[in-house]
C-alpha cells in the first residue's frame, strides 16, 4: 500500500498505536515545570460545619473514615490536593472506633482540635494532643478509638496520588477489624523523642521513622529555646524538620514535614523550588503570594504551593508569631535528582 499524502500517514500511525515525536515535543519536554494544581487555600471554619454534619448523619461504620478531601480545582480526577500528595480533614465523635486496615501509602495525622482519640498502629497504641504529628507508614495496621468526651479532629496527609500513579496502590482490611494492643502505649515516641539520645538496641535504620508521635510540647519546646536569637530562613521563617532519627532525613521516604516559624512583620524573599508543598496554619494570621494569586490564612486553614511557583510568605500581625505545619514532596525530588530552586 502506497501512502499519499500526510493526514494518511498519520491516521495509519494512530491506527498502529504509533504517534509522531515531533508533533509532542513542546508538551513532552518543557521550558520548564508547569503544575496542574492552583494556588489554593481551604478556610477551617467554612469546612468544619460540615465535617459536624456528617458527624451527627453519617455512623461511622458507613464510612470507615469520615474525611473531607481537600480537592485541588486542578486535580480533581482522581482528586488530589498537590500532584503526589493528599489532604483531608477527618473527625471522630465519643465512642467511635474507625476500623484498623492498611495500605502501601504512607500516611500521618496532624491534630487540628479535641483530646481523647488514639490510634493503635501495629499493636501500639499512640495517643492524640493538639498540634502532634503521629506518623503510619506505609503497610503499617492502624485504627482509631475515641473514649474521650469531645468531638476530635485532625489534618490527614497522604502520598497516595504518587502510590496510584506508580501503580503500586495495595489496602487490604484487617482481619479483627479492631487491633489488640501488644506494645507499651507511645514507647516509639518515649524511646526516641530525646533527640541525640537514642536506644542502642534500635538502630535498624529504615526511610521510616521508627518515632510514632512527635508530641506539640516538644516542637514548642524547640521553637522557644530558638526564640528571637535567630532570623531564620529568608523564604521559610524559623523552619524546623522533622526527621527520622536514625538516619537524620525525612520522617517519610515520599514525605518531608517541616514546622515553620514567622516572627510578627516577617516578610519572607520570594523563591521558587521544584516540590510542591501543603501548609496547615497551627496559629497566626497572614498571607502567601502564589504566583499571581494572594492567599490569606487564619488559624486551622490548608493552602497549597504547586511546584515551580514563586511565592512569598507574610505574617499579618506585629505582635504575634504566625506558624505553619508544612508537608512537601521534596524527598522524593532530591531523591530521584529532581530538586531544583531559584530566587528573586
Known sequence: MTIVNDDEAYSGLAKLGAAPLWRYL?????????????????????????AMYFAEHLPIEDAQRRVLMLVNPGLQEPPATVN????????????????????????????????????????????????????????????????????????????????????????????????????????????FIHGRLNPTWARQASPNTPVGNYPWAETERALAAIGD????????????????????????????CQIQRFK????????????????????????????????EWHPNDVFVIPGWAFYQHRNAAWDEDAVLFTYSNEPVMKALNLYREESL
Not at 155 to 178: A, K, Q, R, S, V
Not at 238 to 244: C, H, K, M, P
Request: proline letters at 8%; hydrophobic letters at 35%.
Open 26 to 50: 513542546g508538551d513532552l519536554f518543557r521550558p520548564e515545570p508547569r503544575s496542574a494544581a492552583v494556588p489554593t487555600v481551604w478556610h477551617y471554619e467554612s469546612l468544619r460545619k460540615y
Open 84 to 191: 503526589t500528595l493528599y489532604a483531608g480533614i477527618q473527625i471522630l465523635l465519643p465512642g467511635e472506633q474507625a476500623p484498623a486496615h492498611r495500605h502501601t501509602s504512607n500516611a500521618f495525622r496532624f491534630v487540628i482540635e479535641g483530646s481523647g482519640v488514639y490510634t493503635t498502629v501495629d499493636g501500639e497504641r499512640v495517643h492524640m494532643h493538639p498540634g502532634d504529628l503521629l506518623m503510619t507508614a506505609g503497610w503499617q495496621w492502624h485504627d482509631h478509638f475515641h473514649p474521650g468526651d469531645d468531638p476530635m479532629m485532625w489534618l490527614d496527609g497522604l502520598d497516595y496520588p504518587l502510590i496510584n500513579m506508580l501503580e503500586t496502590g495495595f489496602h487490604e482490611l484487617h482481619p479483627d477489624e479492631f487491633q489488640k494492643s501488644v506494645a507499651p502505649d507511645n514507647i516509639s515516641t518515649r524511646q
Open 229 to 256: 536569637d535567630v532570623d531564620g530562613c529568608e523564604y521559610d521563617g524559623v523552619a524546623l524538620e522533622y526527621t527520622n532519627p536514625l538516619t537524620g532525613g525525612s520522617v517519610l521516604p515520599t514525605i518531608g
Open 264 to 295: 510578627p512583620g516577617f516578610v519572607g524573599r520570594p523563591r521558587r523550588h521544584t516540590p510542591s508543598v501543603i501548609c496547615h496554619v497551627v496559629r497566626g494570621h497572614g498571607s502567601t503570594q502564589v504566583g499571581d494569586t494572594l492567599l
